[in-house]
Every structure is written in C-alpha cells, then in structure tokens.
C-alpha cells in the first residue's frame, strides 16, 4: 500500500504563486509516476501534470502550461507543484496520485491523497 499526503494549499490573490507538496510513503519502489489531478466544484475531476519517478519525463495539461511545474525529491519521496501566475479559474481541490505502471498515460490511477484546496481570489 501507498499512502500520499498533500500539503501547501491555501488562499492567494490572481497572478500569485503556490507550492503544494506530496510525500509518498509505504511500498514506493520501483518505476512508478506521480501526478497532480484538481477538481473545482460542479466540476469532473482533471489531470493537471505528472511526473516518471526514474528518469523524470513530465507531461502537463494545456491549461497550465508554461505557470505550472512538477518536480520530485527522491531522497524524500516527495513531489511538488510549483504553480505561478495563478488565474481564479486554478482554483479546486489538488489531488496528489501515484500509479505503479510506469507510464505517464495510465489507464487508471492507483493511489490518491486526499487533497488540498488552493484558492485563487479574483
């Protein structure tokens, strides 16, 4: 089992910058990715970034591109989500997720956090 704790969120003006943490524990060896899903309310869950924890390949969803930055710590199983020039439309619950495949497509994504709500006031 994995568990993943996130940490970080909280209320910032527009064009602000946030850092939300992730630190991974229990069966975290191996080739496995990490990433970032937020869901706003009335609103599905979405894939914000991950990151392959061996090689450290990304991948991010348009909409942050370019203000959003994944990054890992293998020496404390961590990942991070360095989020600058943030708009109102950012804001949403921040799901840390771990999925063991090793692909930064999963089909499904293994194990979640249980998030951490970042605000962005207009």
């Known amino acids: 089992q994995v568990q993943l704790v996130e940490s970080g969120g909280g209320l910032v003006q527009a064009g602000g910058s946030l850092r939300l943490s992730c630190a991974a524990s229990g069966r975290t060896v191996g080739s496995y990715i990490m990433g970032w899903f937020r869901q706003a309310p009335g609103k599905e869950r979405e894939f914000v970034t991950a990151?392959?924890?061996?090689?450290?390949?990304?991948r991010y969803a348009e909409s942050v591109k370019g203000r959003f930055t994944i990054s890992r710590d293998n020496t404390k199983n961590t990942v991070y989500l360095q989020m600058n020039e943030l708009k109102p439309e950012d804001t949403a619950v921040y799901y840390c997720?771990?999925?063991?495949?090793?692909?930064?497509?999963?089909?499904?994504?293994?194990?979640w956090g249980r998030g951490t709500q970042v605000t962005v006031s207009s």
């Open positions: 997720t771990l999925d063991p495949s090793g692909s930064l497509y999963p089909t499904t994504w293994t194990y």
């Open positions: 990151i392959r924890w061996i090689g450290g390949s990304t």
